[in-house]
């Protein structure tokens, strides 16, 4: 049995599409040391995944034969090592059944799968999210409609610990690509400054009564056109138009109920906000804690079962 | 008098963001010669409007005391010159009335303005589009609702030769920005070879009956992971989904009624399908045709009332 010293029991590793982060853990789940960069999944492609992964280790003293266990984009088809998606329903507190070893690699790492969709007309995937289901169910909620904002927000209903359907929208990609790419760009530069919540909540309550994203776009330029007053409140309004559109379509696809938000910061206020506007109850689960408990609770079944 | 001789009248030109087109026009309308080029708006910011104006001109040999009448993005704000809004309720047939003749040029060059509408919560505006829709009236479609399909899609009510209202989508734009910069840029390159009816026709329907936009682009991402038939269809659904949005908000705005499709090509044959499969009776216009005439009627009531 482990014991919670200062030698680690695992590395666990959350390897995103843009980020990385890395605990060391000791065997009651507890941080001895952390890592996190911009080294993700697309700064890693094609073949930088375990020098990537050693430099880290190798930077906090992590033994050559302490075992890895990962969660997210590394496993994706293309990346490091396929982690072929489960299927719903899928039973939360078994990934680490299906988590693959990786080949050729020093060390014993270990990549928990994604979860796939396979409804016609819904099809979905996630990776990484999953993980955070699981150690909300570990913790105890079993059953709840769950959201986890993000690049890809996600919507997912749990019951019993069974993972039953989910729902992706493009959220915080929009956000980004609008922000970056579209005619909007000189205005949101200059509206940075203003994150006001009044124009924020507007904007939800206008797309949850069903107001049309595309002409709700060109308007925040031509609004800003006519009134510099309107400019500085675009960005505030864009974040309510994305966020209010995608609770919107959560609301359609799984009714009106207490939510559990995943997030942490500034994204668990804004989606605080927005679900309340909604008149949805929420509580708030931390994101990190979430993945680490989970990626904890996987490296145990597999390297203390044994 | 004008005759209908070899001698142009005068230069028109519709100047948008991205593309310049300028016709010599004889006394009766009919053109002469023409030209067009990628130096739109953008290409002549900050101050190479007349500079790019002048190269088209003498291309053609045009005299240098011809007088241009010129309507879209060169009378922006901080474009050419500015020619401010007109404001909804708009008289089409009044525009070259507030024509702004442009400041030390050598020739007399007019701008038409564009019309904004300043109702709060749907201020919109548009540069060119309020052309087209004088042309419109000006061939006896005194009240109609215009659907002007672009970068930035229009609809507009036009009752008695008046715009009363109209509703800008961002429709074309997110085409592009999501194709070029999204998650969905590899599979959609992929994709471009299939431009296929049935899904384009299947995901204006799944818009026309609420589907939420943000899901449905993400879901483009994991069809596509989870069955590669499906991959081929993305563009079609792509633009499907857009065009459905955007069909759906014009009719949250205007109701069920007739349209007036103003277009050409191959944005014609997408809107006459997509209109249809809401139900709508659709009629074409060619946006082209409708500019030029415009601007040889503006130019008419211009150079020859004096």
Chains 1, 2 share one sequence.
Not at 67 to 78: D, F, Q, T
Not at 192 to 221: I, K, S
Request: proline share 4%; with cysteine; hydrophobic share 45%.
């Amino acid at each position: 049995m482990q014991k919670a010293t200062s030698a680690p029991f695992c590395a666990a590793v959350d390897w995103g599409t843009t980020n990385f982060r890395l605990w060391l853990l000791g065997g009651n789940g507890e941080t001895l040391a952390e890592r996190t960069s911009a080294e993700g999944m697309r700064a890693c492609l094609p073949d930088r995944f375990e020098q990537v992964l050693e430099s880290h280790l190798a930077a906090l003293g992590a033994p050559g034969d302490l075992p890895v266990i990962v969660a997210g984009m590394a496993g994706a088809r293309g990346a490091w090592c396929e982690a072929p998606y489960l299927e719903t329903p899928a039973r939360l507190s078994g990934l680490h059944a299906s988590a693959v070893r990786v080949g050729r690699t020093r060390r014993d790492v270990r990549i928990l799968p994604g979860i796939c969709q396979r409804r016609a007309g819904s099809e979905d995937v996630m990776r990484g999210e999953e993980t955070q289901l699981s150690g909300a169910v570990a913790e105890g909620l079993q059953s709840a409609l769950f959201c986890l904002p993000g690049t890809h927000s996600k919507w997912a209903r749990v019951e019993g610990g069974i993972l039953l359907s989910f729902l992706t929208c493009m959220t915080g990609e929009l956000f980004s690509i609008v922000s970056q790419h579209s005619v909007l760009h000189g205005l949101l530069q200059e509206a940075q400054e203003e994150t006001a919540m009044p124009p924020f909540r507007e904007a939800v309550e206008e797309m949850l009564a069903g107001a049309p994203l595309t002409a709700r776009l060109f308007n925040l330029r031509a609004a800003a056109l006519l009134d510099p007053a309107r400019a500085r409140q675009s960005r505030a309004r864009l974040s309510g138009l994305l966020i209010g559109a995608e609770i919107a379509a959560a609301i359609r696809e799984f009714g009106k109920g207490p939510v559990v938000l995943v997030a942490r910061g500034e994204t668990a206020a804004a989606y605080e906000t927005a679900i309340a506007v909604a008149g949805l109850e929420v509580a708030t689960r931390d994101a990190t804690d979430l993945t680490r408990g989970a990626l904890h609770g996987a490296a145990r079944s597999i390297w203390q079962e044994n």
